[in-house]
């Protein structure tokens, strides 16, 4: 069970060249899908002090368009670089429901992120193109580890990519796409 998440973002300024030079370097397109996500916090559970995320994620394949629905929990970022760090995933059958329990353990929504998602693959790093509504289109590379020894080594191998398709880990960012919604409301 891998349970960490390698992970940079950054914005994208031409998507159509960032997918073409994704082929070039031998990611396949895989699935298009939709993802909304909403986000919970406590009172009583500080998530935001705590570098935490909880949320439910809505997702529909745009190709067949089959829904899945997950609880998502994210640890604290594991270093001052990347997006990296503990994701723990769970599929529920009625989001409804899940959110009426969040509700009764005195979780309150927070926000909502909606995105279009297309997946690309290399061998075990995903390419997730993103188009987030109000906010623009973002990379993020990922490698899924089943401990975090395994970060540095992918960190490397994810600079590497990027170095290839004319970035590097300056112009990432660790701000989740929640907190770049929140702070263009403030």
């Known amino acids: 069970m891998k349970q960490y998440e390698i992970e940079i973002k950054l914005f994208v300024k031409n998507l159509k060249q960032l997918i073409q030079d994704l082929k070039t370097l031998g990611f396949q397109k895989e699935v298009l899908k939709r993802e909304e996500d ?3 916090y406590s009172r009583h559970y500080d998530i935001k002090k705590r ?17 899945k ?58 390419a997730c193109i993103d188009q987030v509504e109000n906010l ?25 990519i990027l170095e290839n398709l004319g970035y ?3 112009d990432t960012t660790q701000k989740s796409y929640l907190s770049m919604l929140m702070n263009q409301e403030k």
């Open 136 to 160: 623009g289109n973002f990379l993020e590379l990922e490698i899924l580890a089943e401990s975090k020894d395994q970060k540095e080594k992918s960190l490397k191998r994810i600079e590497g």
């Open 51 to 67: 570098d935490e995320a909880l949320r439910i994620r809505k997702s529909t394949n745009l190709m067949t368009n089959q829904i």
């Open 38 to 40: 909403v986000y919970f």
């Open 69 to 126: 629905t997950q609880l998502n929990f994210k640890g604290p970022k594991l270093d001052k670089i990347s997006m990296s760090r503990k994701e723990l995933e769970i599929e529920i059958e009625n989001a409804s429901i899940m959110e009426e329990i969040l509700q009764n353990l005195d979780f309150e929504k927070a926000a909502s992120v909606c995105k279009t998602r297309q997946y690309m693959r290399r061998n075990d790093i995903t």
């Open 168 to 170: 590097s880990m300056e």
